[in-house]
């Protein structure tokens, strides 16, 4: 895996969608999206509560990114810059050449085929540019929707926590993604 280095931000597009880099001015649309119940039922993290709560996690995505530690990119339509979601790489294991996918669409989208496009946009970007090894994705047992985006892009079941250490798993399903396996 090349050093990463997110300093000139990876912009990408498919058919329908643009795939940015977050900014101060999503805090609203962030704040709508991590505040959504039926975005967070699955998710172990706490309801974003207002617009500086939005904007401190902005802050927090950016200095990730700034620490070549991640890549969180907002899901737009076409010709919209209004965000509908979010993707993004993390966990980064440079030994392993690994990281996690993590993802998240406003309920008004989901059905539509999106974040089917928008997955597989980032794992082509994974393997070609990043030459990940292997991504992981861990999601709770009870997110069919998840699952099924996951297997639909070809990902399995790390059913003995090859990729992903149990405890670090906790309660959480592992799904993995070879490169070789694309």
């Known amino acids: ?67 070549n530690e991640s890549l969180y990119w907002v899901i737009t339509l076409k010709g919209n810059d209004k965000l509908i979601g979010t993707i993004c790489l993390w966990n980064f294991e440079a030994d392993k050449m690994q990281a996690e996918i993590g993802f998240e669409l406003h309920p008004d989208f989901q059905g539509k085929g999106v974040m089917q496009e928008t997955i597989a946009k980032v794992i082509d970007y994974s393997f070609s540019e990043l030459k990940l090894s292997v991504i992981t994705g861990l999601t709770n047992p009870a997110n069919l929707l998840s699952i099924k985006v996951l297997e639909r892009n ?3 079941r790390d059913e003995n926590y090859t990729w992903v250490n149990k405890e670090d798993a906790e309660d959480l399903v592992v799904f993995y993604l070879l490169a070789s396996g694309k």
Do not use: W, Y
Request: aromatic share 8%.
């Open 1 to 67: 895996m090349p050093a990463l280095n997110f300093t000139s931000f990876p912009q990408l597009m498919t058919e329908r969608l643009l795939l940015r880099r977050l900014s101060e001015a999503d805090a609203h649309d962030i704040l709508m999206l991590r505040s959504n119940e039926q975005v967070n039922q699955f998710l172990d993290r706490p309801a974003c509560i207002d617009l500086e709560a939005a904007k401190n996690f902005i802050a927090k995505i950016e200095k990730g990114i700034a620490n």
């Open 154 to 156: 070809n990902f399995l």
